[in-house]
C-alpha cells in the first residue's frame, strides 16, 4: 500500500489506522501492534519536520519475511534520536522504532528523505509471497 496524506497530526492516526487494516488477516494482532506503532512515529516525525504547508507519504508491503515501513518527508537532513533528557515528554519516537524494528535507516530523495523500517512477520500467513503490496 502507498498513501499520501497532508502533513497534519491527525496523518500519523490515519497511516496507523490504514496499515492495520492492510495487514488485517496475513499477521499476528502482536506484529500489526508493532507495525501500527512504528508507523505511527515516523508519519509522526515526518509531519514535524515537515510543516503544516506539506505532505508526507507512506508505504507499507511484505518482503521476504519483514513488514516493510517507509515514509517520505519533505525536510533535509538526518532523523535524529533526542531522548537524552530522561524526564522529556517527546524525542523518543526513534528510539521505539529502534527497538520494534528489525533494522531502520534513511535515505535522501529529492525534495526530502525517507526513513523506513524493518519489522519481521513471522506470523505472516504462509500464502503471503515475497514482496507483495498490501
Known amino acids: 500500500m502507498r498513501c499520501a496524506l497532508a502533513a497534519e497530526p ?3 492516526r490515519v497511516a496507523r489506522h490504514l496499515v492495520s487494516a492492510c495487514f488485517a488477516g496475513q499477521l499476528s494482532a502482536s ?6 506503532l512504528v508507523i505511527t512515529e515516523l508519519v509522526a516525525n515526518a509531519v514535524t519536520a515537515t510543516g503544516d504547508s506539506g505532505s508526507v507519504e507512506f508505504g507499507a508491503w511484505l518482503d521476504n519475511g ?7 518527508d519533505q525536510a533535509d537532513g ?12 517527546t524525542g523518543r519516537g526513534l528510539l521505539l522504532v529502534q527497538e520494534l524494528t528489525r533494522d531502520w535507516g534513511w535515505t535522501p530523495v529529492p525534495g ?6 524493518l519489522i519481521s512477520a513471522s506470523s505472516a500467513c504462509s500464502e503471503t509471497s515475497s514482496a507483495t503490496p498490501c
Open 31 to 36: 506484529v500489526i501492534a508493532d507495525v501500527g
Open 10 to 12: 491527525v496523518a500519523a
Open 66 to 72: 519483514d513488514v516493510v515501513l517507509q515514509v517520505i
Open 78 to 89: 538526518e532523523p535524529k534520536k533526542s531522548a537524552d533528557d530522561q524526564d522529556a515528554e
Open 112 to 117: 526530502g528523505k525517507a526513513v523506513w523500517g
